[in-house]
Structures are given as structure tokens and as C-alpha cells.
């Protein structure tokens, strides 16, 4: 299995910034798809999920901010990111795993496949 994450990248507070993970040797279909990111001197913390059947799951410090959404067609998960706040910078890890419940979707140790991470910092 291979999650490759990509989109990071520096901007203001405020701009928006678009990831994306594509993954290859994945049944993506039945997969849960999921977001984390660690800040420098952090854990590594969930910010967003998409069970099988695309219900979504967010971190209180990002809903209405962030959108996460999958087209199993192209075996691709994205996160939307809108109004971002200097607090966002972090590097960006797409994650995958199967028959996750709903109440599991947030953590993190219940997650088999990670990708390499991509940065974003928001700054002025």
C-alpha cells in the first residue's frame, strides 16, 4: 500500500490551501481515509475522515474550516482547507484503514497505512 500526499505549501492566514493523497494497493472503497498532523513538539492529531461510505468525521478545531472528500473512482482523498490560521502549520499525513467504526475514525493508532506527510505553514 502506498498513500502519496501532496498540495502543501506556504501561505498567509486566511488563504486556503487544497491536499490531496492519492493511494495505490488499497481496496479504497471499503477504506476509512483520514487526515492527521503533527506540529513541531506535538502529537500527531486527527483533523479529518471518510468512512466507506463517505460519511466524515472532523476535529473540533477544523469544522467549518476544512472539507474532506474521496472519489473512489480515482482512488484519491483531498482535504479542503479555508481560513487558515497560523495554528494550522503542521505537516499533513494522509492515513488509511479498514473496518474502522465510527467512533474509532479519530485515532490515530487504529490507523494500518500511513503516507510520507506534507508540509503547510501558514505565516504572514
Known amino acids: 500500500v502506498q498513500l502519496q500526499a501532496s498540495g502543501g505549501g506556504m501561505v498567509q492566514p486566511g488563504d486556503s490551501l487544497r491536499l490531496s493523497c492519492a493511494a495505490s494497493?488499497?481496496?479504497?472503497?471499503?477504506?476509512?481515509m483520514a487526515w492527521f498532523r503533527q506540529a513541531p513538539g506535538k502529537e500527531r492529531e486527527f483533523v479529518a475522515g471518510?468512512?466507506?461510505?463517505?460519511?466524515?468525521v472532523y476535529a473540533d478545531s477544523v469544522k467549518g474550516r476544512f472539507t474532506i472528500s474521496r472519489d473512489n473512482a480515482k482512488n484519491t482523498v483531498s482535504l479542503q482547507m479555508n481560513s487558515l490560521k497560523p495554528e494550522d502549520t503542521a505537516i499533513y499525513y494522509c492515513?488509511?484503514?479498514?473496518?474502522?467504526?465510527?467512533?474509532?475514525?479519530?485515532?490515530?493508532?487504529?490507523?494500518?497505512?500511513w503516507g510520507q506527510g506534507t508540509q503547510v505553514t501558514v505565516s504572514s
Open positions: 471518510s468512512r466507506y461510505n463517505s460519511n466524515t
Open positions: 494497493g488499497l481496496t479504497f472503497r471499503s477504506a476509512t
Open positions: 492515513a488509511a484503514a479498514y473496518r474502522l467504526i465510527a467512533s474509532s475514525v479519530g485515532l490515530r493508532d487504529h490507523y494500518t497505512y
